[in-house]
Nanobody, 124 residues
């Protein structure tokens, strides 16, 4: 069982930065690939990025590639999402998720555990 709690959301102007953090409970955090997803109002939840157990594989959606960076600290049971050059279209609730496999997945259905999300609002 893994419990996930996101933090770090807020209101930021376009072009600004935010760093989201996801804290995980459970001793086997290091055995989970971790993903970030987001859901904008009126839209489906979509993939943002994901990282393997060891951090050697990382995937990003085209919409955030080059602007967002995922990192993880298995000793602290945390995974972060650094978001730079934010745009109004990045406004969404951001969720972290854990997948009990090595390789990161872009598919929501592959993830076993989800946090409750944190709101990110980017003003123009």
């Amino acid at each position: 069982q893994v419990q996930l709690v996101e933090s770090g959301g807020g209101l930021v102007q376009a072009g600004g930065s935010l760093r989201l953090s996801c804290a995980a409970s459970g001793r086997t955090f290091s055995r989970y690939a971790m993903g970030w997803f987001r859901q904008a109002p009126g839209k489906e939840r979509e993939f943002v990025g994901a990282m393997s157990w060891s951090g050697d594989k990382t995937y990003y959606s085209d919409s955030v590639k080059g602007r967002f960076t995922i990192s993880r600290d298995n000793a602290k049971n945390t995974v972060d999402l650094q978001m730079n050059s934010l745009k109004p279209e990045d406004t969404a609730v951001y969720y972290c998720a854990a997948d009990n496999r090595y390789s990161p997945s872009i598919f929501q259905g592959d993830y076993d555990y989800w946090g409750r999300g944190t709101q990110v609002t980017v003003s123009s």
